[in-house]
């Protein structure tokens, strides 16, 4: 008899984000994440210069997304950061409506910081009807991401049934007891794998992406085929 199907993802996503070098991204290309992150907000240390964009693209392996953050960017900043970078994914941290985040003809990600508040996966599915997910952070609702802030587990909605990463303050000595503790769709990181912000740490992103991987071999069984 066929074992009903799981909910707990087989492999959790990686996302790096705030890349501001291109040798980064080749470096945790080579790593295996699933997706690296370039962040085009004001309010953010990481923050790229659009002219800056095209040699992080230049440095993407194939098959790796390639996501582009903003905050509350006017319209013309945001298309003019999709020119230069030609992402696949664009991630909205602020207060952007759906109506917004979907008007550039790309799949996108919102982000939320949930630290102190409660919600249900059915609101957020209701407001931001066409995300491709969502990001769910630790920091406070209006503040910056990249805060380090922990999630804490509880403000996870239980009832989201479509992918979301888990956010905020990951590293890689936390990574692998927060993945088996809630069973992410993905992970999402930025300053725990860095020397500075912007500046990644080769060996730190070696060891989360090491980490997320054996966390994701422990209490795993595939699903039976046929
Ligand atoms: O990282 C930033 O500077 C940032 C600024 C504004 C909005 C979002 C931002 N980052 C997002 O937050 C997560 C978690 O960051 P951290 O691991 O706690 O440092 C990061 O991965 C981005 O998606």
New binding site residues.
Partial sequence: MNEPARAVPLRTRI????FTRPGDVRLACELGVDAV?V?F?A?????VDPALAPALRAALAPMVALVA?F?DNPEAEVRAAIAQLQPTLL?F?GSEDDAFCRRFGLPYFK?LGLGGTAVDGATLRARWPHAAGF?L???APGQ??????RLDAAAIPADLDWPW?L????DPDNVGDAVRAVRPWGV?????IELA?GIKDGARMRRFVEAVRAADCDGQTMPRIG
Avoid at 43 to 47: L, M
Avoid at 167 to 170: I, N, T
Avoid at 188 to 192: K, L, R
Wanted: with cysteine; charged share 15%; glycine share 32%.
């Fill in positions: 996302k790096f984000c705030g992150g962040i907000a309010r953010s240390g990481r923050r953050l905050m991630q941290h982000g990001v952070d630790g920091h910056p991401g990249g805060s380090g802030q990463l956010a905020g303050g990951l999402d990181v930025a300053g725990g912000p």
